[in-house]
């Protein structure tokens, strides 16, 4: 009884420098920001009357929802699988499971992304091999395009979705699945009609985690995008540095930030905060 | 395990198992007759679980084999033997509603639609959750989920319903209409089931046979009244309740069974003193002991000295001192103990010859 009061003031004075951090560097830079969309380069609504109509705009939106719907697909698919070695396998293939998920994260995404050109690439790895074996006559078009930028997203985001899941995977009670194996279920049955199911809040948290990820990444598809697959932070970015156009580009921001943001609010309706790590 | 709607005859024969150096099942032999009520009994680590898990096909054997009907099935795996199983905390499928958790062994045989929702109906009907049907598992009491359990075990007629001590987590007026309920579904449904408990008055009022388990090793199996009343050695004799324990010297046997002396004076017992001669142990339930004021001749009594009363409702519970220091206890009447309370002095315990028996002396 000590101390709920005191506790709670120690929790506050603790979570102070993040929330000053924040506010400081985030929240009051990003007001100035909403301010530019409304009155750059003249006051009024001109910059948002432009998101509507400019093509350009719109494609690049699409294509991000795009990719980012994709992404998330490929992601979570292929970290359901590689969580559920790490979960549930053998003490070695747990062992190798866990080598996959976290030596990725010590590597920067620049890195990464160059690798995957160094892969993907006309006269990268994969090309140079399928041609050695007379696989292809011509390079395939790897990079450079949406499927390179797919490949080396999915490839980042992995991880981020394994953590929500294998929450969802740990806290499943072993004995609910010995049940349906009692009933007669085959392993396979198992799997899809209570394993997965009974997984479903990590899915969710995964595929959204995943897909507000996806819709701000910059650096992956600048790079595997060869300026041929634009995505909106890359758009974002061209509208400030490289055209003066402050306005349209500070009004992207905002739609971008208000669409994560609803998003954001839509996930922790369905999982606790707690769940996605 | 095989045919629906036909109760199984399991015969297991030397079943091991052993999880690295431990030895949780050793060399266990017991047959489980078709439609029975079979109770595994034991404290916790007895080996009664790993043996239920070993029916069910959870657990491989590290010996021994395992028949069902005659036909061997100890490489089955659990999907094949389909016996039905209601787990410690019941393990309902949370996604699904009750309905869905109880169709789903019949989806599982690919069933007729029309013939799951019959049967389906028929059982929420049986175990009384009619109203019931949507909800989901979270949305039930303890009780109506333990319903759940024991319908979806029981909905695709398996030869034999295998119950982990289902009742555990049910308090105690729950868990005595939970144990009626069951009894009925027994009777009802004819099929063969094993139940794992450590509660040993479970164990007594619900099954045909109990099994009594201890250290991986079965001690004694028999009907309920047999191990109670004719326990094979010192576990089971305290195990299954309080027990009175008196040293007996010079054992033998004599044409009415055996007799020996106890305290100085000659006892005799019905049973056999058949393994047991010379020293020997007296057991002797504490319900089965009346307090007089002085033993007739040829009639078991010793003389205590009443130490301590616990009033019971019903009756009381006496603690009392023999003359060589043996400690004892009663259930009497109430006025009884209070007028052996009262004298201040010797009273005599006695007891029917029948209700005595013999242990081998120390060990178990």
Redesign the interface.
């Known amino acids: 009884m000590r101390s709920y009061l005191s506790d709670r003031m120690g929790a506050a004075l603790l979570m102070a420098p993040l929330l000053l951090f924040l506010v400081l560097a985030y929240a009051w830079p990003f007001l100035g920001v909403v301010k530019w969309s409304f009155t750059l380069p003249s006051p009024g609504l001109g910059q948002y009357e432009a998101l509507l109509t400019d093509d350009l705009v719109q494609s690049v939106f699409i294509r991000t929802l795009r990719i980012a719907a994709i992404v998330t697909v490929v992601s979570v698919a292929a970290a359901y699988a590689i969580t559920v070695v790490w979960v549930r396998g053998t003490p070695a293939q747990r062992l190798i499971a866990e080598f996959c998920i976290l030596v990725p994260f010590w590597i920067s995404v620049l890195t990464r992304a160059f690798g995957w050109v160094a892969l993907l690439s006309n006269r990268g790895l994969i090309n140079t091999w399928l041609q050695a074996i007379g696989f292809i006559s011509e390079p395939l078009a790897l990079v450079r395009n949406e499927f390179g930028v797919i490949v080396g997203m999915t490839h980042f985001l992995i991880p981020f979705a394994v953590f929500p899941l294998a929450s969802a995977m740990r806290s499943l009670d072993d004995r609910v699945l010995l049940a349906a194996r009692g009933l007669g279920s085959s392993r396979m049955r198992t799997f899809w009609t209570v394993f997965v199911p009974m997984t479903r809040s990590g899915i969710i948290g995964a595929a959204m985690i995943v897909f507000v990820f996806s819709l701000g990444f910059f650096v992956t598809p600048a790079i595997l995008g060869g300026g041929r697959s634009v995505m909106i932070a890359e758009l974002i970015y061209l509208r400030i540095f490289q055209s003066p156009d402050w306005g349209l580009g500070a009004a992207i921001s905002v739609v971008l930030v208000l669409f994560v943001g609803a998003l954001m609010a839509l996930l922790f309706r369905y999982v606790r905060p707690n769940q996605l790590i | 395990m095989q045919q629906p709607g036909r109760a199984a005859e399991i015969k297991a024969i030397g079943i091991g198992k052993s999880f690295g150096s431990f030895r949780a099942l050793d060399n266990l032999s017991l047959d489980i007759g078709r439609g029975e009520f079979l109770t595994l009994l034991g404290p916790s680590g007895s080996g009664k679980t790993t043996f239920l898990m070993i029916l ?3 657990v491989q054997p590290t010996e021994g084999r395992l028949f069902s009907d005659g036909v061997d099935i100890t490489d089955r ?4 033997r ?4 209601v ?3 019941y ?5 699904m509603s009750v309905e869905a958790n109880i169709a ?2 019949l989806k ?2 690919k069933k007729s639609a029309a013939d799951i929702k019959r049967r389906v109906g028929e059982m929420i009907e049986r175990v009384g959750l009619k109203g019931h049907e949507k909800k989901l598992p979270a949305q039930l009491s303890g009780g109506q989920q333990q319903r759940v359990a024991l319908a ?2 029981l909905v ?1 007629e398996p030869g034999v319903l295998l119950l982990d001590e289902p009742f555990s987590a049910l308090d105690k007026g729950l868990r005595g209409q939970m144990q009626a309920e069951m009894k009925r579904l027994h009777q009802e449904t004819g099929t063969t089931f094993v139940f794992v408990t450590h509660d040993q008055s479970e164990a007594l009022a619900l099954s045909s046979r109990v099994a009594i388990f201890n250290h991986g090793k079965l001690l004694q199996v028999g009907a309920p009244d047999e191990v109670y009343d004719r326990p094979d050695n010192r576990f089971v004799a305290e195990f299954l309740g309080e027990i009175n324990m008196l040293p007996l010297k010079g054992v033998r046997p004599s044409d009415y069974g055996s007799t020996g002396l106890c305290e100085d004076r000659a006892v005799s017992m019905r049973c056999k003193a058949e393994a047991v001669r010379g020293d020997a142990i007296l057991a002797i339930r504490p319900e089965y002991m009346s307090i007089s004021g002085e033993a007739a001749a040829g009639e078991n009594g010793i003389a205590a000295t009443a130490t301590n009363s616990t009033y019971l409702g019903a009756a009381t519970r006496l603690d009392l001192t023999t003359r060589q220091g043996a400690k004892v206890t009663v259930s009497v009447p109430n006025e009884v103990a209070a007028a052996a309370l009262s004298k201040g002095n010797s009273v005599w315990l006695t007891w029917p010859a029948e209700k005595g028996f013999l242990l081998p002396h120390g060990g178990q």
Not at chain 2, 77 to 80: V, Y
């Open positions: 069910a096909g959870f795996p659990a999907e094949q389909a016996a039905g199983m787990f410690q905390g393990a309902l499928f949370p996604h789903f062994p599982v045989r979806r075990a695709f």
